[in-house]
Nanobody, 123 residues
Framework: QVQVVESGGGLVQAGGSLRLSCAAS????????MGWYRQAPGKQRELVAT???????NYADSVKGRFTISRDNAANTAYLQMNSLKPEDTAVYYC?????????????????WGQGTQVTVSS
């Protein structure tokens, strides 16, 4: 199985910055897409940003110009640099990856999620 672990969350004042990291490990052949989602209390989980293996990125309108997603393909790691944070960015941030991995002698593709990391932005 593939494991996904996020780190880097915390408490920051409005206008500040945080950098989240997401590391995928296991019998991985290839990481296709990596992405970040977030879920605020009482709200549905929403897309923040995604990045494909070739480097193309996609952002939610609410974070364009403030957040930057990047990845290190060799390390199966993705990052989310968050600048100019706002109180409305407060949420649990989840990393997800679509990975092709070895399973019982064959290659299989599936989506995996991390446990999430809390980001709290105070006003």
């Amino acid at each position: 199985q593939v494991q996904v672990v996020e780190s880097g969350g915390g408490l920051v004042q409005a206008g500040g910055s945080l950098r989240l990291s997401c590391a995928a490990s296991g019998p991985i052949l290839r990481i296709n897409t990596m992405g970040w989602y977030r879920q605020a209390p009482g709200k549905q989980r929403e897309l923040v940003a995604t990045i494909i293996s070739g480097g193309s990125t996609n952002y939610a309108d609410s974070v364009k110009g403030r957040f930057t997603i990047s990845r290190d393909n060799a390390a199966n790691t993705a990052y989310l640099q968050m600048n100019s944070l706002k109180p409305e960015d407060t949420a649990v941030y989840y990393c997800t990856t679509r990975a092709t991995y070895y399973r019982l002698g064959s290659s299989v593709s599936a989506d995996f999620w991390g446990q999430g990391t809390q980001v709290t932005v105070s006003s």
